[in-house]
């Protein structure tokens, strides 16, 4: 009997054409592996394994990969400040590193030289998803795997597919929602008409979870953050496990209308593209990281993290988690967290996260040694004087020589 196929399999559209139309095609097994990181809840996981097996998949899966996603990825865009653009915390690419990752091992324990995702030829995870399985195919000792994409090679419409399965009898759920959102740990994507354009602004019915920040409560919810070597280890002083922690604040941050945002950015594909997101967790984790660092990380040591995590968030987005300089980067990263231990004070109000102040035993900040503006015990002020003549001395020689 032929080796069975390992298909990532969600339950939607085109992974549901995927297990009948793989079947009868290639006339092996299929094997469906559902990877959670975190964008289904116990009702979701029922319903996905159930689909699988009225659509006649021989088995189902469901990977826990919560906490290898916090491990493999989340932690270091922590560590890193990692905002593409500025503005977006990586919400999708992340996972597709970790769900490639268990795909490739249900592969192996099932015996299968076959994997399946339902990606079309449109989007940046087909890309990402082909990236890692062959990397993982070539670091493994299982030999390589084939992959297999139905409906990027077929080219399929929505209509395309719904037919196929209804012509076997398969009911399709009719579309309740013109947006396509995507859920998981650090945030949720919502795709749209509106996003389609440069300026086009999402209803207010569209945002899945976040409460309008009009509509948050009128009084300001402050809390403090506890973070260990760049990690968050605690929030209102309760001791939560890091995908614990990023629940909680994705739960409650919702409901004060914190992590809304809209990102415009380059595809892997060599196009714009343009996303909303909703990422309470990992937005104010971010901030609040990210004032701590300045409290005790030395000026160069803060360059030099911005420019590389501006790159590892680069390499995660594209699908390159898988490059070696990645490992070189998390070296960095991890070294550089080693003092980045305190509290800090959030704040969220009607949508806004503020950052209100932060303390750590490592600080360089010690107004007992000076106080910006005002005095100071480390040097005189002819001292101060001489530093001035000579600061700035090599542009003063190059404005001297008419460069």
Same mark, same amino acid.
């Given at each position: 009997?032929?080796?069975?196929?390992?298909?990532?399999?969600?339950?939607?559209?085109?992974?549901?054409?995927?297990?009948?139309? @793989?079947?009868?095609?290639?006339?092996?097994?299929?094997?469906?592996?559902?990877?959670?990181?975190?964008?289904?809840?116990?009702?979701?996981?029922?319903? +996905?394994?159930?689909?699988?097996?009225?659509? *006649?998949?021989?088995?189902? =899966?469901?990977?826990?990969?919560?906490?290898?996603?916090?491990?493999?990825?989340?932690?270091?865009?922590?560590?890193?400040?990692? @905002?593409?653009?500025?503005?977006?915390?990586?919400?999708?690419?992340?996972?597709?590193?970790?769900?490639?990752?268990?795909?490739?091992?249900?592969?192996?324990?099932?015996?299968?030289?076959?994997?399946?995702? *339902?990606?079309?030829?449109?989007?940046?995870?087909?890309?990402?998803?082909?990236?890692?399985?062959?990397?993982?195919?070539?670091?493994?000792?299982?030999?390589?795997?084939?992959?297999?994409?139905?409906?990027?090679?077929?080219?399929?419409?929505?209509?395309?597919?719904?037919?196929?399965?209804?012509?076997?009898?398969?009911?399709?759920?009719?579309?309740?929602?013109?947006?396509?959102?995507?859920?998981?740990?650090?945030?949720?994507? +919502?795709?749209?008409?509106?996003?389609?354009?440069?300026?086009?602004?999402?209803?207010?019915?569209?945002?899945?979870?976040? +409460?309008?920040?009009?509509?948050?409560?009128?009084?300001?919810?402050?809390?403090?953050?506890?973070?260990?070597?760049?990690?968050?280890?605690?929030?209102?002083?309760?001791?939560?496990?890091?995908?614990?922690?990023?629940?909680?604040?994705?739960?409650?941050?919702?409901?004060?209308?914190? *992590?809304?945002?809209?990102?415009?950015?380059?595809? +892997?594909?060599?196009?714009?593209?343009?996303?909303?997101?909703?990422?309470?967790?990992?937005?104010?984790?971010?901030?609040?990281?990210?004032?701590?660092?300045?409290?005790? @990380?030395? =000026?160069? =040591?803060?360059?030099?993290?911005?420019?590389?995590?501006?790159?590892?968030?680069?390499?995660?987005?594209?699908?390159?988690?898988?490059?070696?300089?990645?490992?070189?980067?998390?070296?960095?990263?991890?070294?550089?967290?080693?003092?980045?231990? *305190?509290?800090?004070?959030?704040?969220?109000?009607?949508?806004?996260?503020?950052?209100?102040?932060?303390?750590?035993?490592?600080?360089?900040?010690?107004?007992?040694?000076?106080?910006?503006?005002?005095?100071?015990?480390?040097?005189?002020?002819?001292?101060?004087?001489?530093?001035?003549?000579?600061?700035?001395?090599?542009?003063?020689?190059?404005?001297?020589?008419?460069?």
């Amino acid at each position: 009997m032929p080796d069975p196929i390992a298909l990532a399999f969600s339950g939607g559209l085109d992974t549901s054409f995927c297990v009948p139309y @793989l079947r009868e095609e290639t006339g092996r097994e299929i094997q469906t592996v559902t990877v959670d990181t975190g964008g289904f809840d116990e009702a979701e996981k029922a319903a +996905i394994a159930a689909r699988s097996e009225e659509l *006649g998949a021989a088995g189902h =899966q469901m990977v826990d990969a919560r906490r290898d996603l916090w491990d493999r990825v989340l932690q270091y865009l922590v560590k890193g400040n990692v @905002l593409r653009g500025g503005v977006y915390p990586l919400c999708v690419g992340p996972e597709r590193v970790v769900q490639a990752a268990a795909l490739a091992t249900a592969a192996r324990d099932l015996g299968a030289t076959a994997v399946a995702h *339902g990606s079309t030829g449109a989007g940046n995870d087909q890309i990402r998803f082909d990236t890692a399985l062959r990397l993982l195919a070539d670091a493994g000792d299982g030999g390589p795997l084939e992959i297999l994409t139905p409906i990027r090679a077929l080219e399929l419409s929505r209509e395309a597919s719904t037919a196929y399965l209804e012509e076997r009898g398969f009911a399709v759920e009719a579309k309740t929602t013109e947006y396509s959102v995507n859920r998981g740990l650090w945030g949720t994507t +919502i795709g749209g008409k509106e996003t389609h354009d440069t300026d086009g602004v999402l209803p207010e019915a569209a945002w899945p979870d976040t +409460i309008a920040p009009a509509d948050a409560p009128d009084q300001p919810h402050r809390f403090l953050i506890r973070f260990e070597a760049g990690v968050p280890v605690a929030v209102g002083g309760e001791a939560l496990d890091p995908v614990s922690l990023v629940e909680t604040l994705n739960r409650t941050g919702a409901a004060h209308g914190v *992590g809304r945002g809209i990102h415009v950015g380059d595809t +892997i594909l060599g196009i714009k593209g343009r996303i909303a997101f909703e990422a309470p967790g990992a937005l104010t984790l971010l901030a609040a990281h990210r004032e701590l660092e300045k409290l005790v @990380l030395t =000026q160069l =040591q803060l360059v030099h993290k911005a420019s590389l995590g501006d790159l590892y968030g680069r390499l995660v987005h594209e699908g390159l988690f898988f490059d070696p300089v990645c490992r070189d980067i998390e070296a960095f990263l991890d070294s550089s967290q080693q003092r980045v231990t *305190g509290d800090v004070t959030v704040e969220w109000f009607k949508g806004s996260i503020r950052v209100l102040g932060a303390t750590s035993p490592h600080s360089l900040f010690d107004a007992g040694v000076a106080r910006y503006g005002e005095d100071n015990a480390l040097w005189s002020g002819r001292d101060a004087e001489g530093f001035a003549q000579i600061y700035g001395l090599q542009a003063r020689l190059a404005a001297r020589a008419g460069a």
